[in-house]
């Protein structure tokens, strides 16, 4: 039977996703999809009848994500700094970690005395990174670099929708950089870093959804920051920032890769909201 008020349906689908063990706020935010609302007319909205139309979509919504479907793919966005993005089974969905990163290279782009910095953002997938940096310092110059066609596809849509300038480049890592003369004051980026033998043991929300490519960074989950770091030299400028997230237990390999191609840089492990190391800052000091 169909629940009279928004507030009975919302009850409903928290103990039902609850016992499917999911987290019962999914609920929360499918039903403030479908009724297309900000959180202050959602929480007012809570004993309002409930419309059939909503029913219906809302408890599809809250049994696919029983299921295993993630919130973001059913909704077919993610929040990242205060913006909206595009996702998909393409791209990572945005976390709020890597809002930290972000935070990191926003403070010393705004310290720099250069107007307009050459920024980098490898394996830019949805964008989020290259998007935000973009907007937040509009006197910068943003590059960002894909693999995957339909990653850099959604990237490309998100920058359009959002108003953002950047320049999208297909290609491996920096492959695509090394090709032009240009060197950068920033080169971030969130790379994928989970060794192989972990990805089976990944949340299924994770494992099942987000690709593989994007997560796994073969057998020890440190290829991608030994191919970036071999090409520091040669792309990164003499007083540029490297920033990288990392996983919570590779900061000191990390930090090795690193001073192996940069061996004057000054290094920072940093770390986020939950007290993790999850962010190497490389500040190149050595020109």
């Avoid at 996702?87 to 930290?100: A, G, K, Q, S």
């Avoid at 782009?109 to 953002?121: C, F, G």
């Avoid at 995957?148 to 490309?156: G, I, M, S």
Wanted: hydrophobic fraction near 40%.
């Amino acid at each position: 039977m169909k629940p009279a008020y928004m507030y009975e349906a919302l009850n409903r689908a928290s103990s039902f996703l609850e016992e499917n063990k999911r987290e019962p706020k999914a609920a929360e935010l499918l039903m403030k999809h479908h009724l297309n609302v900000g959180w202050t007319d959602f929480h007012l909205a809570r004993r309002e009848p409930l419309t059939d139309d909503v029913w219906t979509a809302f408890w599809r919504d809250v049994t696919q994500h029983a299921e295993g479907v993630p919130v973001q793919h059913l909704t077919g966005y993610e929040e990242f700094y205060g913006r909206r993005f595009h996702v998909n089974e393409h791209v990572l969905i945005p976390r709020p970690e890597t809002e930290e990163l972000v935070d990191g290279v926003l403070r010393w782009i705004r310290h720099q005395r250069i107007t307009s910095l050459q920024v980098a953002d490898i394996g830019t997938g949805s964008g989020v990174i290259a998007i935000t940096l973009a907007l937040e310092a509009p006197d910068v110059q943003v590059r960002a670099v894909e693999l995957d066609k339909k990653a850099l596809e959604t990237a490309q849509k998100n920058a359009a929708d959002l108003g953002a300038s950047v320049e999208f480049m297909e290609g491996s890592l920096m492959d695509p950089l090394l090709e032009g003369e240009t060197k950068y004051d920033v080169i971030v980026s969130n790379p994928p870093y989970i060794p192989k033998q972990e990805w089976e043991a990944l949340d299924p929300l994770v494992r099942d959804h987000d690709p593989k490519l994007a997560l796994v960074g073969e057998e020890d989950g440190l290829v991608c920051y030994r191919k970036m770091a071999v090409h520091l030299p040669a792309l990164l400028q003499s007083r540029g920032l490297a920033a990288f997230e990392i996983g919570d237990r590779q900061g000191e390999d990390v930090t090795r890769i690193l001073q192996k191609e940069l061996p004057l840089a000054d290094i920072e492990l940093r770390h986020d909201m939950n007290d993790k190391p999850r962010m190497v800052f490389c500040e190149r000091n050595d020109v």
